[in-house]
């Protein structure tokens, strides 16, 4: 249950900072920044052990995971300004 709690928490700070590096912060609110960081953390560590070998485990801390999960959630904000406006902003 722990788990699950800090993986919200992470999963929200990590959309927080990706939605402030992709200018979408106004746009956003802390259900979204949830949202985002959740599913860019699932993004980023299948794209870090994929293609690189990094990544963390879900459910524990480790600033590389951290830091994977927030370029995953860049790189899902990406997409999305890319379908909403048809270019990356």
């Known amino acids: 249950m722990l788990s699950w709690i800090i993986a919200i ?3 929200g700070v990590a959309g927080w900072i990706a939605s402030m590096i992709m200018g979408r912060d106004a ?5 979204w920044n949830i949202i985002v960081g959740l599913i860019g ?8 052990n994929t293609f690189f070998g990094v990544g963390g485990p879900i459910g524990e801390f480790s600033l590389t995971g951290f830091i994977v999960a927030i370029l995953g959630a860049v790189i899902l904000l990406a ?5 909403q406006r048809g270019r990356v902003r």
């Open 27 to 31: 746009s956003m609110g802390i259900f």
């Open 9 to 11: 928490i992470i999963g």
């Open 79 to 83: 997409i999305a300004n890319l379908v």
């Open 41 to 48: 953390s699932l993004i980023g560590n299948w794209v870090g």
